[in-house]
């Protein structure tokens, strides 16, 4: 499966973007998914993940509140609703795809075995 991410983009803090994950080569409903940011000379962290159903989900707690993770099965497709954004937002933004036998939300990187090529948001201040 091929994850593309998109949506990202420069904007003022306080603002709004969302972000898509689209998987292609084959449907990706059953899967784990997460977002992963990357700030510069930084690894990659942790932001939000979502189960195969959308029942669960989890998310570090400096986006507690103001991100949403959601998704689409009928569009294979998941989504990271990001308001009230802030400087210390501004990464770049990987959606990863666990197997698709995996059912349980990881936080670490290293369980996710599909990744998109990441998109750039900028907030500034």
């Known amino acids: 499966v091929q994850l593309q991410a998109s949506g990202g983009g420069l904007v003022q803090a306080g603002g709004s973007l969302r972000l898509s994950c689209a998987a292609s080569?084959?449907?990706?409903?059953?899967?784990?998914v997460g977002w992963f940011s990357q700030a510069p000379g930084k690894g990659r962290e942790f932001v939000a993940a979502?189960?195969?159903?959308?029942?669960?989900?989890v998310y570090t707690d400096s986006v507690k509140g103001r991100f949403t993770i959601s998704r689409d099965s009928g569009k294979n497709t998941v989504y990271l609703q990001m308001n009230s954004l802030k400087p210390e937002d501004t990464a770049v933004y990987y959606c990863?795809?666990?197997?698709?036998?995996?059912?349980?939300?990881?936080?670490?990187?290293?369980?996710?075995?599909?990744w998109g090529q990441g998109t750039l948001v900028t907030v500034s201040s």
């Open positions: 990863a795809g666990r197997g698709s036998r995996i059912t349980v939300i990881s936080r670490s990187p290293s369980q996710y075995a599909h």
């Open positions: 979502i189960n195969w159903d959308g029942s669960s989900t």
């Open positions: 080569g084959r449907t990706f409903s059953h899967n784990v």
